[in-house]
């Protein structure tokens, strides 16, 4: 599976739109990006995941690049709960795959 | 429908000591994965299960390790003896079909003392 980077850590104001990038320039033709995150020490929670096109769901948006070597998960109105560790992992489309989780980047929102 | 379970949500033993987790897939999820994070690691990897057989058992860190799942429904997965280094929250996660998003439980934190 291709390698993903993210950025340790960000901030964001609470209202305000997060942006989380990614970084998996070593992706191949099927694979997919998925984005999860974890909040605290709950399990790791399942956001969202696309292939190559935009995506959007009641949690986020994914906006992947044409080139698809880089991503970034949106949270349109963060909210304090919203703080957590985010993980971007690509996975292939063949089935039957683990998940590769990183270090992920711990985004804190501010009130 | 019911999400992922895991029990318990903590156990606290003796170095040497026997534990066993418990993890339910949602209904029907043939695919169970196990992972786990360690103090201060990532989120590993442990094993995957297609209904009661053993895809793939490559996180699987040695033989004190034994996971089963016999009818292909609910897991566990028993450490004997458990040592210090065991300690941590142990995930599970299931999936209808093998290209399906992984779903994950609320983790069991086992710590060896």
């Known amino acids: 599976d291709a390698k993903t980077t993210q950025p340790t850590s960000m901030d964001c104001a609470e209202g305000r739109a997060a942006n989380l990038p990614c970084n998996h320039s070593t992706i191949s033709g099927n694979e997919y990006v998925y984005w999860y995150r974890q909040i605290h020490s709950q399990g790791p929670q399942y956001i969202i995941h696309g292939l190559k096109n935009n995506e959007t769901n009641e949690m986020a948006s994914l906006i992947i690049t044409e080139d698809r070597k880089s991503s970034t998960l949106i949270l349109p109105h963060a909210t304090l709960r919203d703080t957590a560790v985010y993980y971007c992992i690509v996975i292939s489309n063949f089935g039957n795959e683990k998940l590769t989780f990183g270090t992920g980047t711990r985004l804190t929102i501010i009130p | 429908e019911a999400g992922v379970t895991q029990f318990p949500s903590h156990s606290v033993i003796e170095k040497g000591q026997t534990v066993t987790l418990r993890c339910d897939p949602i209904s029907g999820h043939d695919n169970l994965y196990w992972y786990r994070r360690v103090m201060g690691k990532e989120i590993k990897f442990l094993l995957h299960?297609?209904?009661?057989?053993?895809?793939?058992e490559s996180g699987m860190p040695n033989n004190r390790f034994l996971a089963e799942r016999t009818g292909g429904t609910y897991s566990t997965l028993k450490v004997q003896p458990a040592e210090l280094e065991d300690s941590g929250v142990y995930f599970c996660a299931s999936t209808y079909g093998p290209t399906d998003t992984q779903y994950f439980g609320p983790g069991t934190r086992l710590t060896v003392l």
């Open positions: 299960f297609v209904k009661e057989s053993k895809q793939d």
